[in-house]
């Protein structure tokens, strides 16, 4: 029998209990991504976002993101025009975690979240060294929206990667190999009983590092390739 959820929380429900109101319902694991932006002072900001997504074709590649427009990463990407995304690894995760803090303007956010900034090779904006992954963005919109109960409005980014890097360790070898070595970094923003409409737990998150548990190739013979 399929259950209908509500596309908006219980009006009882406050911050943060009712972000990703039925994607927590039905539990669907977002990767993490840690977006790294600089003011008009190149002071740099920091922080984790779970609402990001690489798209593209041969024509380019691009990353799309939505956060809030109150938020200082908005705030720098409509400013200078450049943001990048750090894909961090299980092991840092916890570090990685310190940037959701909220500091005041003008407070360099990777150092003061223990982490190490390192120059990008085309956007002003550093990477994190931490992190096994870096995507360096060109703004190319922004779209503002607005969320339903609340006086905050959001914004969807679509920005043009212009530089990739990662760790050696993640980018050669077998697919497996490489999976293993990113152990990338899944959350689920909350687990919300459907039936009762109550959340029952706190934001968690788990890793996917073999490549038989989330995907089965269907072409022959490719799969018995994978080891475990």
């Known amino acids: 029998m399929k259950i209908d959820i509500p596309v908006n929380p219980p009006q009882k429900l406050e911050f943060p209990d009712y ?4 994607y927590s ?20 900001n920091a922080q984790p976002n779970t609402w990001g997504l690489p798209l ?29 995304v750090n894909v961090p690894s299980e092991v840092d995760v916890t570090q990685v975690m310190n940037t959701v803090k909220h500091f005041p303007r003008g407070i360099d956010e990777i150092a003061a979240s223990g982490l190490t900034a390192i120059p990008s090779k085309v956007v002003k904006v550093p990477r994190i060294k931490e992190c096994k992954a870096h995507f ?3 703004l190319c919109w922004h779209k503002q929206t607005h969320l339903r109960g609340n006086d905050d409005a959001g914004v969807i980014v679509l920005g043009e990667v212009v530089a990739a890097s990662g760790d050696e360790e993640v980018l050669s070898g ?8 990113m152990k990338t970094v899944y959350l ?4 919300v009983d459907s039936i009762n409409m109550k959340v029952t737990n706190q934001m968690t ?7 038989k548990d989330f995907i089965r190739l269907e072409r ?7 080891q475990e």
């Not at 077998?174 to 070595?181: E, F, I, L, M, Y």
């Not at 689920?188 to 687990?191: D, E, G, V």
């Not at 998150?205 to 490549?211: A, M």
């Open 19 to 22: 972000i990703a109101w039925f």
């Open 25 to 44: 319902n039905i539990l669907i694991p977002y990767p993490l991504y840690i977006i790294t932006t600089v003011d008009e002072n190149e002071v740099p």
């Open 56 to 84: 593209g074709d041969k024509y380019g590649q691009f990353f799309i993101f939505y956060d809030w427009a109150s938020h200082h990463t908005i705030q720098n990407v409509i400013t200078t025009k450049e943001f990048v």
């Open 136 to 138: 360096e963005c060109r």
């Open 174 to 181: 077998s697919a497996p190999k490489k999976v293993q070595g």
């Open 188 to 191: 689920l923003s909350r687990n």
């Open 205 to 211: 998150y788990g890793t996917i590092d073999k490549l």
């Open 220 to 226: 022959e013979g490719i799969i018995y390739n994978v």
